[in-house]
């Protein structure tokens, strides 16, 4: 499996934590001492930002009914812009300029390479401003107000007298769109000063730009953003104040994250027979901010503040600053992201785990080999599976495979005999077992050529077939066994195309009432009707497998009934409505190619532990917990995220910062036990301005989402609206009780980093997860619900806020370097009709759903390079086809696709619509600031209406 990390640092070098280097004013670049000694790393070359990361999820996915929306916005009264005001975001930074975190420099300018710091030598860990430096006047701080210890200036963050805020008057004529706070000037204002290189600093992490930058982490002993970010940078001190503001406080996690090029993958530490060092009190791992006391005979844990002895294989004397003298050559106590090889002690009966498999199930039932899928899959298999995921530096990859095929019966293939492949059939679907294990899983270099005579056969021996009733549920059953036989972990592929109507095990009916849905009666048609699919998902827990579901139906299958075994294992469900093997075949394709490569682990226990006073007590994703600690899941990938809320037991104090570690214990692709740790560590504080001041808006919507999509399946649309809504205008209102209670009382105050968090909560509402109605279909409905839980940061923020781009001078930037951003050279506009110039085409697309727009006076020529068509009224709008053609406009298109495709675990559906086209309405659902026909608000009128509630809340 390949392991990315953000070290910083070639594998070896390990800059150890601690006071800035001695002999500098401080302030000032600090050059690294030379003269290495022998053994110690030489820092990297910087390197050049890494490619976009993969953003996007679903923002709605059934089409409505045909209802406009006319362009422009309703100007609802009592609101208007102050004089004066808003601050624009950024403001108090020269134009272009950009601090860097921790880097030495005075805040506000921007480190340039060679001033006093090598290119790309990493920041030892507290080289930050020196404690006391002086704030520049104008620099963004307010009168007053200045930090304490630890608490970082926001990069780039400029403040006005009411620390940052945004304020609205009311004013008869109301309140237009433009003068809003705009999600697309964030995004851009972020990427501008807070893309490339990120330190992660040291003691305390740094604010990190938002998850849609492109940025590259240096570990500087708290982990990369990638891996976990919290919800909060400053922590409230008590229970209390986190009450009152109302923010949650909580981390988002992924992991297991794909970095890029430009970052190092996380070191793994063997340390033998000893095992990984842990406190002997909570048993959390060895990290960066343990402290060693006694001459290095003991550890004294940051979690709960206990002594533990240090083995004497540990040992080492410690060196005037008080640190370990081997500490450049132990990354545990360097980094925030690292691994342990584990002992015996951590494997299942204390026997080392074997290496994983993956097992593919094809459905090969009349509608399967009608629509196209079993030819498209049998000639495709074979090129996909040399693509098998693999550990660092290991040349091969050492999964192994499993083939069988299904409709009423179960057909496993032994892949032993190159030249016969040999087919064994199980009739018994009710007590289902594997017929053989030995030859059923084979190393794939091995069996490629037996494989690929065993595909041809299966095509010719079910290109005829008249079953038309699959079953299912025994299939998954028979993929479980076969692991659970040769005793390893792995993950089973199942491509089903209809409702499992056949007598067997796992039998539903069709129960699909769409009316309900979008009504207090909703729960019901989006409940299992069945318990049997949860069962099996616990049942691949305790074999340490997940299951990933392929679906391809013209009806409904109740989604709803069948998608727990993807969630409590940790699967996902993947579904091409209609499938059409040659319109569709090129996306299911693209979309196995990336689940089968990308990064995986297997078999996982992981806990969260926190410092003394919190705790972590929500947890919101696709996984199994039989306790209140330990989360259980089959796999966990690149793609697949969570979050976890924490909650006081006691107040904290000021003088301690507040420590969260991650601990995953998996078996990786090269089928060894492993530990993976996560840390980071957050100062806390009383001040209502700091809390406010480094709230992360992505975590903290990422959290709303999850919790969203975990509520809507308790609580009915109203109520969980009304919640949200208010837990919003709590949040705003106790901003502006506690931070800018100078303001008038008529006047709406917005934090300058939860600025978008408005416009956020009603994409929430309105998006199709959690706000889907009788438009869409249940099945629909239920594969959204069911992304939610898992979805990383930025694809949970891109499928809230659609990207919006112009296309027509694309061919300027993206022609000749399919590398190069193209937000470096084209801004995207805002999600809403009025923005859309009909002189323009827009790419429209939320992660899943793209779709191209084209104006009314789109250039000819433009549409003429990308359609191969000579006017635009000759465009085929029908097919949705883009063609390849060998011209600037059309090869930039092709790689923009690429480009967002890149690292998302769903490729873009993508559709061409012509203005005032009928499928204009269904587009519209994506312009998430505007009104919409079913109800949704238009960001205008939601800001409103929160503004409303919060004078309710002051008086």
């Excluded at 060679?114 to 701080?141: A, E, L, T």
């Excluded at 192994?400 to 019966?409: C, L, M, P």
């Excluded at 301005?689 to 649309?717: C, G, H, L, M, T």
């Excluded at 000749?816 to 999600?831: G, L, M």
């Amino acid at each position: 499996m390949s392991q990315q990390s953000a070290m910083g640092l070639p594998p070896g070098m390990y800059q150890p934590p601690g006071p800035p280097l001695m002999g500098m004013p401080p302030g000032m670049p600090q050059q690294l001492a030379t003269g290495l000694p022998p053994g110690m790393y030489q820092p990297p070359a910087m390197g050049a930002p890494p490619g976009p990361p993969g953003m996007g999820m679903p923002s709605g996915m059934s089409q409505p009914p045909g209802m406009g929306l006319p362009p422009g916005m309703s100007q609802p009264p009592g609101m208007g812009m102050s004089s004066g005001m808003p601050q624009p975001s950024g403001m108090g930074m020269p134009p272009g300029m950009s601090q860097q975190p921790g880097m030495g420099m005075p805040p506000g300018m921007s480190q340039q390479p060679g001033m006093g710091m090598p290119q790309g030598m990493p920041q030892p860990p507290g080289m930050g401003m020196s404690q006391g430096m002086s704030q520049q006047p104008g620099m963004g701080m307010p009168p007053g107000m200045g930090l304490p210890p630890g608490i970082p200036q926001p990069p780039g963050m400029g403040m006005n007298s009411q620390s940052g805020m945004m304020a609205y008057d009311q004013a008869p004529r109301g309140l237009h769109l433009s003068s809003l706070p705009s999600a697309v000037q964030v995004f851009d204002d972020d990427r501008q000063t807070r893309s490339g290189l990120f330190p992660t600093g040291y003691p305390n992490a740094e604010q990190p730009p938002l998850s849609n930058t492109e940025f590259f982490g240096q570990d500087q002993g708290n982990c990369n953003p990638k891996f976990m970010r919290s919800s909060l940078y400053c922590v409230p001190l008590n229970h209390d104040i986190l009450k009152q503001t109302s923010i949650p406080f909580a981390v988002s996690l992924t992991p297991f994250a794909n970095l890029s090029t430009s970052e190092h993958p996380l070191p793994v530490v063997d340390l033998g027979d000893l095992g990984p060092v842990r406190c002997h009190r909570c048993k959390a791992y060895i990290c960066a901010f343990m402290e060693f006391v006694d001459g290095g005979r003991k550890f004294k844990c940051p979690f709960c503040h206990t002594a533990t002895q240090v083995d004497e294989m540990y040992f080492a004397h410690l060196d005037h600053t008080g640190r370990r003298t081997d500490i450049q050559h132990r990354p545990e106590l360097c980094f925030g992201s690292y691994e342990f090889v584990a002992t015996k002690l951590y494997c299942k009966n204390g026997i080392p785990p074997k290496q994983p498999a993956f097992i593919f199930m094809l459905d090969v039932s009349y509608n399967a080999v009608r629509n196209g899928l079993v030819t498209l899959f049998c000639q495709k298999l074979p090129e996909l599976l040399r693509q098998l995921p693999k550990d660092y530096n290991q040349e091969k990859s050492s999964m192994r495979i499993g083939f069988a095929t299904y409709d009423q019966s179960i057909h496993f293939y032994n892949l032993a005999n190159p030249t016969r492949p040999e087919m064994m059939i199980a009739n018994d679907v009710a007590d289902v077992f594997v017929p053989f294990v030995e030859g059923f899983f084979v190393n794939y270099d091995n069996a490629e050529d037996a494989l690929k005579r065993c595909l041809i056969q299966v095509k010719k021996n079910f290109a005829e077939t008249r079953i038309t009733e699959p079953m299912l549920g025994p299939a998954i059953q028979a993929g479980i066994e076969a692991l659970r036989a040769a005793d390893c972990a792995g993950k089973v592929f199942v491509f089903h195309t209809t409702l499992p109507t056949f007598d067997a095990p796992g039998r539903l009916k069709n129960r699909e009432d769409r009316k309900v849905l979008g009504t207090d009666k909703e729960k019901i048609q989006l409940s299992p009707a069945v318990d049997y699919y949860s069962k099996l998902g616990e049942e691949c827990i305790k074999v340490g497998c997940s299951v990933d579901l392929f679906l391809f139906p013209n009806s409904n299958v109740d989604l709803a009934s069948i998608a727990p075994v993807c969630s409590t294992s940790g699967g996902a469900v993947y579904k091409y409505q209609y499938f059409d093997a040659d319109r569709d075949g090129e996306r299911f394709l693209k979309d196995l190619q990336h689940n089968i490569s990308r990064p995986i682990a297997f078999d996982i226990m992981m806990r969260v532990r926190t410092s003394t006073g919190i705790r972590p007590t929500g947890f919101y994703g696709n996984f199994y917990m039989q306790n209140t600690t330990d989360i259980e899941v089959g796999t966990l990938d690149s793609d697949k995220g969570m979050s976890i809320e924490i909650k006081y037991d006691d107040k904290l104090d000021e003088q301690t910062p507040v420590a969260i570690q991650t601990a995953v214990l998996f078996t990786s692709v090269s089928g060894q036990r492993r530990l993976r740790i996560h840390n980071l560590s957050l100062p806390a504080s009383a001040d209502y301005q700091n809390v406010y001041r480094y709230a992360d808006i992505d975590s903290v919507v990422d959290y709303f989402f999850k919790y969203a999509a975990k509520a809507i399946r308790e609580k009915n649309p109203k109520d969980l609206r009304e919640e949200l809504t208010h837990r919003c205008a709590q949040i705003l209102a106790t901003y502006r009780e506690k931070c800018s209670n100078q303001s008038p009382a008529s006047q709406l105050v917005l934090p300058e980093g939860l600025k978008l968090f408005p416009l956020y909560v009603g994409c929430i509402l309105r998006n199709d997860a959690i706000g889907g109605g009788s438009e869409m279909t249940v099945d629909d409905r239920t594969w959204l619900m069911s992304m939610v839980p898992s979805m990383r940061v930025d694809l949970a923020i891109r499928g809230l806020y659609p990207l919006v781009l112009p296309l027509t001078k694309l061919k300027e930037v993206l022609t000749e370097n399919s590398n190069v951003s193209v937000f470096n050279a084209i801004s995207p506009v805002r999600a809403s009709y009025e923005f859309l110039n009909p002189s323009e085409v827009y790419l429209i697309e939320n992660g899943m759903i793209g779709f191209i727009w084209i104006g009314h006076n789109a250039p000819q020529d433009f549409c003429s390079e990308i359609f191969n068509v000579a006017t635009l009224q000759h465009l085929d709008t029908e097919t949705h086809h883009i063609p390849v053609r060998e011209n600037p406009s059309n090869v930039a298109l092709h790689n923009l696709l690429a480009q967002l495709n890149k690292n998302r675990p769903y490729s873009l559906k993508t559709f061409i619509i012509k203005q005032q086209d009928s499928l204009e309405s269904w587009m519209k659902k994506f312009l998430v600031e505007d009104k919409y026909a079913t109800g949704s608000a238009s960001y205008v009128d939601f800001l409103c209406e929160i503004h409303r509630e919060i004078r309710t809340i002051i008086s």
